[in-house]
């Protein structure tokens, strides 16, 4: 079994800051990239922000320069910093990962159970 907790999420003013992070745990081999991934209501999830095991990242457009994204692989962590927020940010995060649980077996994605984050005008 594999879980996939994330804590941060709240409520914020327009130009604040927020920290999301994302713990794996379970029957975990190794961990391929993790990312954010966000949904406000009535659109669709959209790639937020990922991070390869290498460090390698990349960003939505719309994300650039205001969130960092991060990882630390001793704890199969990722974090990410939301800084100058907008109204538009407003949805909810969910955190992915891609893992393998066995030397045999191929990667596959988990998903977290999602954490809103609203910011207000």
């Known amino acids: 079994q594999v879980q996939l907790v994330e804590s941060g999420g709240g409520l914020v003013q327009s130009g604040g800051s927020l920290r999301l992070s994302c713990a794996a745990s379970?029957?975990?081999?190794?961990?391929?990239?993790m990312g954010w991934y966000r949904q406000a209501p009535g659109k669709e999830r959209e790639l937020v922000a990922i991070i390869t095991s290498g460090g390698s990242t990349n960003y939505a457009d719309s994300v650039k320069v205001r969130f960092t994204i991060s990882r630390d692989n001793a704890k199969n962590t990722v974090y990410l910093q939301m800084n100058s927020l907008k109204p538009e940010d407003t949805a909810v995060y969910y955190c992915?990962?891609?893992?393998?649980?066995?030397?045999?077996?191929?990667?596959?994605?988990?998903w977290g159970q999602g954490t809103q984050v609203t910011v207000s005008s």
């Open positions: 379970g029957s975990i081999i190794s961990i391929n990239a």
């Open positions: 992915n990962a891609d893992i393998r649980r066995a030397s045999w077996s191929r990667y596959l994605a988990y």
